[in-house]
Protein backbone atom coordinates (compact mmCIF):
# COMPACT_ATOMS: atom_id res chain seq x y z
CA UNK A 1 0.00 0.00 0.00
CA UNK A 2 1.39 3.31 -1.25
CA UNK A 3 -1.10 4.93 1.90
CA UNK A 4 -2.09 8.65 1.11
CA UNK A 5 0.08 10.05 -1.53
CA UNK A 6 -0.28 13.80 -2.46
CA UNK A 7 0.57 15.89 -5.85
CA UNK A 8 2.45 17.92 -5.57
CA UNK A 9 5.20 18.15 -3.64
CA UNK A 10 6.19 21.93 -3.83
CA UNK A 11 4.81 25.06 -5.80
CA UNK A 12 5.52 28.20 -6.33
CA UNK A 13 1.81 30.72 -7.26
CA UNK A 14 1.76 34.27 -8.16
CA UNK A 15 -0.97 35.41 -6.51
CA UNK A 16 -4.00 35.91 -8.26
CA UNK A 17 -3.50 31.60 -10.09
CA UNK A 18 -5.55 28.90 -9.11
CA UNK A 19 -4.34 25.28 -8.94
CA UNK A 20 -5.84 22.34 -7.83
CA UNK A 21 -3.87 19.53 -4.76
CA UNK A 22 -4.21 16.18 -5.73
CA UNK A 23 -4.38 13.43 -2.18
CA UNK A 24 -5.18 10.05 -3.10
CA UNK A 25 -5.27 6.66 -0.57
CA UNK A 26 -5.82 3.48 -1.36
CA UNK A 27 -6.50 2.28 1.85
CA UNK A 28 -9.83 2.52 0.66
CA UNK A 29 -11.01 4.53 3.89
CA UNK A 30 -14.08 6.40 4.41
CA UNK A 31 -13.17 10.04 5.49
CA UNK A 32 -10.32 12.27 3.97
CA UNK A 33 -9.07 15.73 5.57
CA UNK A 34 -7.57 18.58 4.31
CA UNK A 35 -5.21 20.23 6.89
CA UNK A 36 -2.75 23.56 6.68
CA UNK A 37 0.13 24.15 8.77
CA UNK A 38 1.32 27.25 9.76
CA UNK A 39 4.42 28.08 12.62
CA UNK A 40 2.93 27.82 15.96
CA UNK A 41 -1.06 27.33 15.11
CA UNK A 42 -0.05 23.63 14.52
CA UNK A 43 -2.63 22.00 11.94
CA UNK A 44 -5.47 23.70 11.30
CA UNK A 45 -8.76 21.75 9.29
CA UNK A 46 -9.38 23.21 5.92
CA UNK A 47 -12.36 20.89 4.31
CA UNK A 48 -13.27 17.27 5.18
CA UNK A 49 -15.25 14.78 3.58
CA UNK A 50 -16.67 11.66 5.14
CA UNK A 51 -17.77 9.61 2.15
CA UNK A 52 -17.55 9.92 -1.40
CA UNK A 53 -19.36 12.62 -2.85
CA UNK A 54 -19.52 14.50 0.24
CA UNK A 55 -17.55 17.74 1.32
CA UNK A 56 -17.54 19.71 4.91
CA UNK A 57 -16.37 22.99 5.83
CA UNK A 58 -13.41 22.80 8.33
CA UNK A 59 -12.02 25.33 10.72
CA UNK A 60 -10.51 27.64 7.70
CA UNK A 61 -12.10 27.25 4.70
CA UNK A 62 -12.33 30.35 3.01
CA UNK A 63 -10.34 30.72 -0.42
CA UNK A 64 -10.44 26.96 -0.72
CA UNK A 65 -12.61 24.69 -2.36
CA UNK A 66 -12.68 20.59 -2.46
CA UNK A 67 -14.14 17.80 -4.30
CA UNK A 68 -14.65 14.24 -3.83
CA UNK A 69 -15.68 12.73 -6.96
CA UNK A 70 -14.46 8.96 -5.91
CA UNK A 71 -13.18 7.55 -2.84
CA UNK A 72 -9.88 7.28 -2.94
CA UNK A 73 -8.93 11.13 -4.18
CA UNK A 74 -10.03 14.45 -1.92
CA UNK A 75 -9.17 17.47 -4.13
CA UNK A 76 -8.34 20.71 -3.05
CA UNK A 77 -8.68 24.08 -5.37
CA UNK A 78 -7.46 27.53 -4.50
CA UNK A 79 -9.23 29.61 -7.69
CA UNK A 80 -7.67 32.79 -6.58
CA UNK A 81 -4.43 31.98 -4.51
CA UNK A 82 -3.28 35.02 -2.08
CA UNK A 83 0.17 35.58 -0.39
CA UNK A 84 -1.81 33.87 3.18
CA UNK A 85 -2.68 31.02 1.92
CA UNK A 86 1.27 30.44 1.63
CA UNK A 87 1.68 27.00 3.69
CA UNK A 88 2.02 23.39 4.27
CA UNK A 89 -0.67 21.35 3.29
CA UNK A 90 -1.29 18.06 4.64
CA UNK A 91 -3.67 15.41 3.41
CA UNK A 92 -5.26 12.63 6.11
CA UNK A 93 -7.84 9.52 6.13
CA UNK A 94 -9.94 7.46 8.37
CA UNK A 95 -10.72 4.29 7.74
CA UNK A 96 -14.44 5.05 9.42
CA UNK A 97 -15.41 1.81 10.65
CA UNK A 98 -16.18 1.06 14.27
CA UNK A 99 -13.44 1.82 16.59
CA UNK A 100 -11.38 3.21 13.53
CA UNK A 101 -10.13 6.62 14.84
CA UNK A 102 -6.64 7.21 13.56
CA UNK A 103 -5.57 9.45 11.00
CA UNK A 104 -2.97 8.42 8.37
CA UNK A 105 -1.44 11.81 6.68
CA UNK A 106 0.24 12.29 3.37
CA UNK A 107 3.60 13.72 3.18
CA UNK A 108 2.60 17.20 2.61
CA UNK A 109 2.82 20.08 -0.22
CA UNK A 110 4.64 23.15 0.78
CA UNK A 111 3.05 26.09 -1.39
CA UNK A 112 4.68 29.33 -1.69
CA UNK A 113 2.04 32.26 -2.77
CA UNK A 114 4.13 35.13 -4.26
CA UNK B 1 -16.35 24.12 20.21
CA UNK B 2 -12.90 21.66 21.34
CA UNK B 3 -9.65 23.14 22.04
CA UNK B 4 -6.39 21.92 22.85
CA UNK B 5 -3.59 23.73 24.54
CA UNK B 6 0.11 22.15 24.53
CA UNK B 7 1.98 24.71 26.89
CA UNK B 8 5.22 24.77 25.65
CA UNK B 9 6.36 25.98 22.88
CA UNK B 10 9.99 25.37 22.55
CA UNK B 11 11.96 22.87 24.76
CA UNK B 12 15.69 22.50 24.57
CA UNK B 13 16.66 19.53 26.07
CA UNK B 14 20.02 17.33 26.31
CA UNK B 15 20.38 13.41 25.67
CA UNK B 16 19.28 11.49 28.05
CA UNK B 17 17.31 13.86 29.69
CA UNK B 18 13.63 13.32 30.66
CA UNK B 19 11.07 14.79 28.81
CA UNK B 20 7.27 15.93 29.61
CA UNK B 21 5.25 17.73 27.53
CA UNK B 22 1.80 19.39 28.79
CA UNK B 23 -1.63 18.71 27.12
CA UNK B 24 -4.76 20.06 27.88
CA UNK B 25 -7.96 19.68 25.74
CA UNK B 26 -11.15 21.02 26.29
CA UNK B 27 -14.40 19.03 25.28
CA UNK B 28 -17.32 17.57 27.75
CA UNK B 29 -17.76 14.22 25.60
CA UNK B 30 -15.91 10.92 25.10
CA UNK B 31 -12.62 11.65 23.32
CA UNK B 32 -9.77 9.75 21.60
CA UNK B 33 -6.56 11.18 22.24
CA UNK B 34 -3.40 11.28 20.20
CA UNK B 35 0.34 12.34 20.05
CA UNK B 36 1.66 12.73 16.42
CA UNK B 37 5.32 13.76 15.93
CA UNK B 38 6.70 15.20 12.99
CA UNK B 39 10.73 15.13 12.28
CA UNK B 40 12.25 17.45 10.01
CA UNK B 41 10.72 17.85 6.68
CA UNK B 42 8.61 14.92 7.20
CA UNK B 43 5.20 14.26 7.46
CA UNK B 44 3.42 13.27 10.93
CA UNK B 45 3.90 10.18 12.23
CA UNK B 46 1.48 8.89 15.27
CA UNK B 47 3.42 8.17 18.30
CA UNK B 48 0.64 6.71 20.54
CA UNK B 49 -3.01 7.09 21.21
CA UNK B 50 -6.00 6.92 23.73
CA UNK B 51 -9.53 5.28 23.17
CA UNK B 52 -10.08 3.37 26.29
CA UNK B 53 -9.04 1.37 29.00
CA UNK B 54 -5.81 1.74 30.94
CA UNK B 55 -4.89 5.97 31.42
CA UNK B 56 -1.21 4.89 30.73
CA UNK B 57 -0.67 4.64 27.00
CA UNK B 58 2.85 3.58 25.68
CA UNK B 59 3.54 4.29 22.15
CA UNK B 60 6.67 3.96 19.92
CA UNK B 61 9.93 4.62 20.54
CA UNK B 62 9.72 5.06 24.22
CA UNK B 63 7.00 7.43 24.56
CA UNK B 64 4.28 7.15 26.44
CA UNK B 65 1.31 9.50 28.05
CA UNK B 66 -1.34 9.41 30.51
CA UNK B 67 -4.87 10.17 30.31
CA UNK B 68 -6.10 12.00 33.60
CA UNK B 69 -9.87 12.61 33.06
CA UNK B 70 -9.91 15.01 35.62
CA UNK B 71 -7.77 17.65 34.55
CA UNK B 72 -8.60 16.85 30.73
CA UNK B 73 -4.75 16.01 30.29
CA UNK B 74 -3.03 13.79 28.22
CA UNK B 75 0.47 14.73 28.99
CA UNK B 76 3.38 13.35 26.91
CA UNK B 77 6.87 11.20 28.34
CA UNK B 78 9.87 10.07 27.70
CA UNK B 79 12.29 8.98 30.46
CA UNK B 80 15.53 9.36 28.22
CA UNK B 81 15.55 11.27 25.31
CA UNK B 82 18.17 10.91 22.34
CA UNK B 83 19.12 13.22 19.79
CA UNK B 84 16.76 11.96 17.01
CA UNK B 85 13.82 12.85 19.57
CA UNK B 86 14.20 15.99 17.75
CA UNK B 87 11.14 16.78 16.25
CA UNK B 88 7.74 19.03 16.49
CA UNK B 89 5.45 17.54 18.90
CA UNK B 90 1.37 17.52 18.40
CA UNK B 91 -1.48 16.59 20.79
CA UNK B 92 -4.73 16.10 19.27
CA UNK B 93 -8.28 15.30 20.26
CA UNK B 94 -10.84 13.40 17.89
CA UNK B 95 -14.53 14.14 17.91
CA UNK B 96 -16.35 11.46 16.90
CA UNK B 97 -19.49 13.25 16.86
CA UNK B 98 -18.65 15.04 13.76
CA UNK B 99 -16.75 12.85 10.90
CA UNK B 100 -13.87 12.13 13.16
CA UNK B 101 -12.31 15.55 13.13
CA UNK B 102 -9.27 16.26 14.44
CA UNK B 103 -8.14 19.24 16.95
CA UNK B 104 -4.58 19.85 16.94
CA UNK B 105 -2.47 22.20 19.53
CA UNK B 106 0.05 24.33 18.59
CA UNK B 107 2.80 22.01 18.66
CA UNK B 108 6.00 21.97 20.94
CA UNK B 109 9.44 21.91 19.27
CA UNK B 110 11.93 19.74 21.27
CA UNK B 111 15.71 20.23 20.39
CA UNK B 112 17.92 17.28 21.84
CA UNK B 113 21.33 18.75 22.17
CA UNK B 114 23.75 16.05 21.64
Known amino acids: NAGVTQTPKFRVLKTGQSMTLLCAQDMNHEYMYWYRQDPGMGLRLIHYSVGEGTTAKGEVPDGYNVSRLKKQNFLLGLESAAPSQTSVYFC?????????????FGPGTRLTVT | AQSVSQHNHHVILSEAASLELGCNYS??????LFWYVQYPGQHLQLLLKYFSGDPLVKGIKGFEAEFIKSKFSFNLRKPSVQWSDTAEYFCAVNNKAAGNKLTFGGGTRVLVKP
Open chain 2, 27 to 32: YGGTVN
Open chain 1, 92 to 104: ASVSGGAGEYEQY
